[in-house]
C-alpha cells in the first residue's frame, strides 16, 4: 500500500491561491491519486482524482509530475469556508485496495 | 439520487455493553466501507464489504463486526465496548471495478462510551 506524506497543518489568507503537495514515492502503477475534504463532524467528500498530468474541476485542480510520486492539490481564491481538513489517498480501487487515511492537512483561512 | 446516510446521529452506551450502527448506501453503490476516526485523527479503516462478504479489514479485533444486505445497506456491531471505541463512525459506498478509490462518506454516527 502507498504511504502519503503531507504537512500537518497551513495557513493561507482569503483570495489566495493555495496549493498542498502530497508525497508518494512508492505509488503502483494501477493507482489513482484521490482527495478529500472534511469539515468538522463531517464525513470526507471527495474534491478531485487523477492518474497522471493536470485535471480540473469546479473545485479545485490536481498537478502530478511525470514520475507521479508527488501530487499537488490546488485550490483557487480560497475562501474562510475552505478551512477543513485536506487527505491525499492512492489506490486502485481493486478488490484487495484498502483505503489509508493519513493525518490529513488543516488548512486554516485567514480573512 | 440519494446519498450516504447513517443513523443514528449520536448514541452514548457504557462499557461492556453492545451497540448497532446502520448506513444505506449511495444509489447505484454495490461496495460499503466503515471508518472509525478518533478525535483529530484521519478516518481509520475497520472493514469493507462487497456482495454481502467482507471484503478487506483492518486492524481491528472481532469485536467489530459488520453485515451487508442484498439491498446494500450496511450494519457495524461492535461488542464489549471499551472506552476507546469513543469516535465517529463513517460509513463510505463505492462502485467495485469503479475507477481509483472515489467512495462518498455518510455524516457519521458519533458513538460515546462511558
Known amino acids: 500500500l502507498a504511504k502519503t506524506t503531507q504537512p500537518i497543518s497551513m495557513d493561507s489568507y482569503e483570495g489566495q491561491e493555495v496549493n498542498i503537495t502530497c508525497s508518494h514515492n512508492n505509488i503502483a502503477t494501477n493507482d489513482y491519486i484521490t482527495w478529500y475534504q472534511q469539515f468538522p463532524s463531517q464525513g470526507p467528500r471527495f474534491i478531485i482524482q487523477g492518474y497522471k498530468t493536470k485535471v480540473t474541476n469546479e473545485v479545485a485542480s490536481l498537478f502530478i509530475p511525470a514520475d507521479r510520486k508527488s501530487s499537488t492539490l490546488s485550490l483557487p481564491r480560497v475562501s474562510l469556508s475552505d478551512t477543513a481538513v485536506y487527505y491525499c489517498l492512492v489506490g486502485d480501487g481493486g478488490a484487495d485496495d484498502k483505503i489509508i487515511f493519513g493525518k490529513g492537512t488543516r488548512l486554516h483561512i485567514l480573512p | 439520487e440519494t446519498g450516504v446516510t447513517q443513523s443514528p446521529t449520536h448514541l452514548i452506551k457504557t462499557r461492556g455493553q453492545q451497540v448497532t450502527l446502520r448506513c444505506s448506501s449511495q444509489?447505484?453503490?454495490?461496495?460499503v466501507s466503515w471508518y472509525q476516526q478518533a478525535l483529530g485523527q484521519g478516518p481509520q479503516f475497520i472493514f469493507q464489504y462487497y456482495r454481502e462478504e467482507e471484503n478487506g479489514r483492518g486492524n481491528f479485533p472481532p469485536r467489530f463486526s459488520g453485515l451487508q444486505f442484498p439491498n446494500y445497506s450496511s450494519e457495524l456491531n461492535v461488542n464489549a465496548l471499551e472506552l476507546d471505541d469513543s469516535a465517529l463512525y463513517l460509513c463510505a459506498s463505492s462502485v467495485r471495478g469503479g475507477m481509483g478509490n472515489e467512495q462518498f462518506f455518510g455524516p457519521g454516527t458519533r458513538l460515546t462510551v462511558l
Open positions: 444509489s447505484g453503490h454495490n461496495t
